[in-house]
């Protein structure tokens, strides 16, 4: 059965509470950002300026097969380097640099229910896949890598950026299902992503409209990922509507852990299918009443390129959407909701195979479920402490995940975090057989 990462895991399976926004160090292009448009805004600094934090993550997992707990230590910094030489070209720049210890490596196998276990077969040594020996031993991973690096020419009426950079579309807090450049995690909805190489567009138009473009560079031309989109604000409401091309891919985990699938795989590989999609959407979010209403959603148009093995069903159509709405009391207790369809969802426990079950746990799909349910409240106790309860429902499982947070600001700059992650339904649930697990983190921000 493939391992995963560890620090990729933790950020698949925790569900932490939303950081506050403005305790953040912003990110490059992030000084002046427009409403409803993350990381895409006018930069205003004139000189260099040089910014960035380091955090310390303590990650504590309880594995139910070893019946023990896991610690996965991560130390986390970035820095960025922004400036502007004269009033039509600005630069950006951001690093970042990790370091694990502890476990940094699970076997997903002990995820999955135990009757999903039996199914797995030790890999084939010819067919060069990844065994189930024990990888569960302490060691060190490092890394160092460029989160963003770009340049943005300012004309009249006209943007263009190019490089590595971050560009976001969609209005939903814990799914983005229209945004198809970005993975974002619903059990950490808030925290950085990387940005991706790319060039974007914008044409600003009157009445607060603008066309925006955006082109991903691919391993080759006929690879690249494009998006086409129109928006606008009218009567107090934020409107666009999007095409978005991309070429996906599935891994057929069936093919790679099963004796079935790996006597039916043509040439004894373990194939990443591809997938080419059409998704035409929009958004909309505003305020009613006091109440705030957001919404995206849209349709794909799906296709194989190849073969598509035991994934057949990802090039199916399918809708996408979700609707939410928020609001924030007197007594400054903040309640939010959502409701997620994903049409390639299952209805069915029944109907989960071991591709919705690990495609969820890696991100490669939305959820299992075809229903699901965001909720949160939140309540600052003081000016320098807040507690918050966040929850992910499966409607068709049914399961869930709940998630106390607390935050307390320790100094300005320096904050520290805890939270919980606890699984709720049986193990043949999307949950599967996850334990609890927690972390705790101490920001330092400069």
């Not at 006209?158 to 560009?167: A, E, I, P, T, Y």
């Not at 959820?367 to 402490?385: E, Q």
Request: aromatic letters at 12%; one cysteine or more.
């Amino acid at each position: 059965m493939r391992s995963i990462d560890g620090g990729m895991l933790i950020l698949s399976l925790l569900l932490a509470g939303p950081a506050a926004g403005d305790e953040s160090i912003p990110l490059p292009g992030e000084h002046t950002v427009e409403d409803n448009d993350r990381g895409w805004g006018e930069v205003v600094f004139s000189s260099i300026e040089f910014r960035g934090y380091v955090e310390n993550t303590l990650t504590a997992e309880w594995d139910q097969d070893d019946d023990r707990a896991w610690f996965l230590n991560g130390i986390r910094a970035r820095v960025n380097l922004c400036g502007a030489p004269n009033d039509y070209v600005d630069f950006a720049v951001g690093a970042v640099a990790l370091l694990y210890s502890g476990r940094t490596e699970w076997e997903m196998a002990g995820y999955l229910p135990l009757e999903e276990q039996a199914k797995l077969v030790p890999p084939d040594p010819n067919l060069g896949l990844p065994g189930t020996t024990d990888l569960l031993k302490a060691e060190f991973e490092t890394e160092v890598y460029f989160q963003e690096a770009f340049g943005t020419l300012h004309l009249p009426r006209f943007r263009l950026r190019v490089g590595r950079q971050k560009f976001y579309t969609g209005t939903g807090y814990a799914y983005n299902p229209i945004d198809l450049f970005n993975l974002q995690d619903p059990m950490d909805p808030t925290y950085e992503i990387d940005g991706f190489d790319a060039a974007l567009a914008a044409l600003l138009l009157p009445c607060q409209t603008e066309i925006q473009g955006l082109l991903e560079f691919g391993e080759r031309p006929g690879r690249w990922n494009y998006m086409g989109r129109l928006k606008t604000h009218a009567l107090g409401w934020d409107l666009a509507v999007q095409y978005t091309h991309t070429v996906r891919e599935r891994t057929d985990f069936v093919s790679l852990n099963t004796s079935d699938g790996i006597a039916s795989a043509v040439g004894g590989g373990a194939p990443a299918r591809k997938f080419r999609w059409h998704l035409i959407g929009g958004e909309l979010a505003g305020e009613f009443l006091g109440v705030g209403f957001h919404a995206e959603g849209g349709y794909v148009f799906a296709e194989s390129l190849g073969a598509s093995g035991s994934l057949a069903r990802a090039a199916d159509d399918h809708e996408r959407w979700l609707v939410g709405m928020d609001y924030t009391f007197e007594s400054q207790v903040y309640l939010i909701a959502e409701y997620l369809r994903f049409g390639q969802g299952r209805s069915e426990t029944s109907d989960i195979t071991l591709n919705d079950r690990l495609g969820a746990l890696t991100g490669e799909i939305l959820s299992a479920n075809r229903d699901n349910l965001f909720t949160g409240v939140s309540y600052p106790l003081t000016d320098i402490a807040e507690i918050s309860l966040y929850g992910i429902v499966a409607l068709n499982d049914p399961s869930a995940v709940i998630n106390p947070w607390y935050r307390l600001d320790l100094l300005p700059g320096l904050n520290l975090w805890f939270t919980l992650y606890v699984p709720v339904g049986g193990e043949k649930s999307q949950n599967g057989r996850a334990g609890t697990s927690g972390f705790t983190r101490l920001k330092f921000s400069f």
